[in-house]
């Protein structure tokens, strides 16, 4: 069983469109992420949440939206695709144990494989 | 803010030479350090990590020693496989447990 699972893998699309990338974890952790790879492999965060509540909103621009059902569960839906959105998408989870926040501290993250986007 | 910083890639080595690579970092308090590698096509998997200063992180013959005095982390093994090239992040999460933050990475390839 694959502890984080993402899709689609690969994803090509026109600028303009509208996708949503879906991430799953059966882990049972409590925080999922999202985090974008350019093309020189630098990783940054663009969302944190914990339980469904969102705790980290970085600078990213509005037509990114995500969306937690459940704590298993953490999707990221992206409007009016531009070129450069163009990357790698890497969906992450941590446990919250031994205690809150200390999840990540004690035991990093597991990452799921990636939905490498490309935009035409 | 938190930052890392790794030795600047690409590194090319022959198979069974030494590997070392560098990674400071800057945080308050006591920070938890990582290695993730990222294979091929692949997303990161955790390598090896340490909680407090002092402790060493080792798995799969890498090592690596939280130094606090030198705020370094840096990443060692005696002899590379050509198995072992892949992308290699180091990582640090701040004692809020918040995010982890990660260096730029750092390709390694190892050749036969």
């Known amino acids: 069983d694959t502890a984080v699972s993402q899709t689609p893998k690969y994803l090509v699309t026109q600028m303009g469109n509208d996708k949503s990338i879906k991430c799953e974890q059966n882990?049972?952790?409590?925080?999922m992420y999202w985090y974008k790879q350019d093309s020189k492999k630098f990783l940054k965060i663009m969302f944190s949440y914990n339980n469904k509540e969102l705790i980290i909103n970085e600078t990213v621009p509005n037509r990114f939206s995500p969306k937690s059902p459940d704590k298993a569960h953490l999707n990221l839906h992206i409007n009016s695709l531009e070129l450069g959105d163009s990357a790698v998408y890497f969906c992450a989870s941590s446990p919250q144990v031994p205690g809150p926040w200390t999840g990540a501290l004690n035991y990093g993250y597991t990452f799921g494989s990636g939905t490498r986007l490309t935009v035409v | 803010g938190d930052s890392v910083t790794q030795m600047e890639g690409p590194v090319t080595l022959s198979e069974e030479a030494f590997l070392t690579i560098n990674c400071t970092y800057t945080a308050t308090g006591y920070p938890s350090l990582f290695w993730y590698v990222q294979y091929p096509g692949e997303g990161l998997q955790l390598l090896l990590k340490a909680t407090k200063a002092d402790d060493k992180g080792s798995n799969k013959g890498f090592e690596a020693t939280y130094r606090k005095e030198t705020t370094s982390f840096h990443l060692e093994k005696g002899s590379v496989q050509v198995s072992d090239s892949a992308v290699y992040f180091c990582a640090l999460c701040p004692t809020s447990g918040s995010r982890l933050t990660f260096g730029e990475g750092t390709q390694l390839t190892v050749n036969p």
């Open positions: 882990l049972g952790h409590d925080t």
